[in-house]
Structure formats: structure tokens, C-alpha cells
């Protein structure tokens, strides 16, 4: 199969609108979360936990879509300067 510059930018294109409504779900349910927990003087505990619970795939997320595009970014520096 041969490789075309058009349906890797659409592969791209779905791929990066794809991130975006992951990452604005995962940030306002974390803020939700947080906000929550605020809101509430009693089960702190429990609320702390479940902010927790929706804070830290928002932070795995954005670590590993920061670590793929810095590996992107090497790969294409590295075959520019081949």
C-alpha cells in the first residue's frame, strides 16, 4: 500500500479532534470533581477520592499525549537531518 500526504493528515486531523474532546470531557469532569468536594463538609474522604479518580487519567493522558508528541517530534528531526 502506498503511503499519500493526504491520508495521513486526515488520520491526524481525526486523531487530534478525537484528543480534544477527550481531554475537555476529562477536564470538566475533574473539575466537577474537585468542585464537588469543595462544596461538601461531610465524606470528604470519599469525595477526595473520587476527584482523585478523575484528575489522574487527565494526568496519565495528557503525560502520554505529551511524550507522543515530543517522540513525533524527534522522529521528524531525525529523518530531516538524514
Known amino acids: ?4 500526504q493526504s491520508s495521513a493528515a486526515s488520520v491526524a486531523t481525526v ?4 484528543t480534544v474532546i477527550m481531554i475537555g470531557y476529562r ?3 475533574a473539575h466537577a470533581a474537585w468542585r464537588d468536594l469543595r ?3 461531610r465524606d470528604v ?3 477526595r477520592k473520587i476527584a482523585w479518580s478523575h484528575t489522574r487519567p487527565l ?4 503525560l502520554f499525549a505529551l511524550a507522543t508528541f515530543f517522540a513525533t517530534l ?3 528531526a531525525y ?3 538524514r
Not at 15 to 18: E, I, K, L, S, T
Not at 59 to 62: E, F, H, V
Open 45 to 47: 474522604p470519599a469525595k
Open 27 to 29: 477536564v470538566g469532569r
Open 39 to 41: 462544596a461538601t463538609k
Open 1 to 4: 500500500m502506498t503511503y499519500h
Open 15 to 18: 486523531m487530534a479532534a478525537a
Open 74 to 76: 524527534f522522529a521528524a
Open 79 to 81: 529523518d530531516a537531518g
Open 59 to 62: 494526568l496519565l493522558g495528557t
